[in-house]
């Protein structure tokens, strides 16, 4: 038998209505929700990505420090100020230009194709951290053509000539393992090293455009500070936030140093002290 349907079966437009205003309040609370939980996570992660990075420099540039100044016990190879194993060239700093650090240690190569006893030969590297203006688009400036406030990290490595007593070019070198200006880091602010002696004196002068420690001083330094200032790739906060960065002992020596930059972005400040332990050795 089949069933009477009522008129009535179904529902009222008034119901429908109710439906549709509970269904998109709770959509739209759902995509606040998520908006809310996306954001926290992107700042969570842009602000670990900063810090790794920043770290990952500051770990790289610290072993690298240790090595100044090594060679083989047989090394060959006549002195010359152009080994040095640290010199350093001070910047101004954010907005300017930060400090230029080179690194130079002894090193060796293996030509297989020599007859036994003369495959080994001695040679020099030099390592060398400086900073470009970054080329990164701003895009909080309309226009997009200003590149943002900040550096990009560069490194180079070098080897040295014997024959012509001088570093050869890295494109055209025959070596490898050697480079110029390989980008390692973007969105640095300031990048700052200082020496310091075995008494705790701070080497050389800290102003602008100096090289330290000079030729007479340069066998002389046993730690060497190192800072950096990063910042993140996009704004940080809601509103703008006057930051006084001053990274401890590093940043306030040489004045203008200091990052006083009201905006809404987050800057991360790393600095660890590396030991020179192969410097003074010869």
């Not at 529902?11 to 439906?19: G, Q, R, S, W």
């Not at 770290?55 to 790289?60: A, F, I, P, S």
């Not at 300017?96 to 090193?107: A, F, H, P, S």
């Not at 400086?130 to 080329?135: F, H, I, Q, Y």
Request: proline share 3%; aromatic share 8%.
């Amino acid at each position: 038998m089949k069933k009477k349907l009522s008129p009535d079966a179904g529902l009222t437009l008034i119901e429908i209505l109710i439906a549709v205003v509970i269904s998109s309040l709770m959509m739209a609370a759902m995509f606040t929700s998520y908006t809310i939980v996306n954001n926290t996570y992107q700042q969570v992660t842009d602000r670990a990505k900063i810090s790794q990075a920043g770290r990952d420099l500051v770990g790289q540039i610290l072993r690298e420090v240790r090595m100044a100044g090594y060679k083989y016990v047989n090394d060959d190879i006549a002195a010359s100020t152009s080994h040095n194993p640290i010199k350093i060239t001070k910047g101004t700093g954010f907005k300017g230009m930060c400090d230029k650090l080179e690194i130079v240690y002894g090193g060796i190569i293996y030509d297989g194709s020599k007859p036994a006893g003369s495959r080994y030969s001695y040679t020099r590297y030099k390592i060398t951290y400086e900073c470009k203006a970054s080329t990164i688009i701003d895009e909080t400036i309309a226009g997009g053509t200003t590149p943002i406030d900040g550096f990009s990290v560069v490194k180079s490595k070098h080897v040295w000539d014997t024959v012509a007593n001088g570093w050869k070019n890295p494109a055209t070198d025959g070596d490898d393992t050697t480079y110029f200006e390989e980008k390692i880091l973007d969105y640095v602010q300031d990048l700052v090293f200082v020496p310091f002696n075995e008494d705790g004196q701070i080497i050389g002068n800290t102003t602008s455009g100096t090289v330290t420690p000079s030729n007479a001083l340069a066998y002389d330094v046993k730690t060497v500070d190192i800072g950096l200032v990063i910042r993140s790739s996009k704004p940080f906060y809601r509103a703008d936030k006057k930051l006084d960065n001053t990274v401890r002992k590093i940043m306030s020596i040489t004045s203008g140093r200091n990052i006083q930059e009201q905006d809404k972005y987050l800057r991360e400040t790393i600095s660890v002290t590396a030991n020179a332990r192969n410097i003074g050795l010869n």
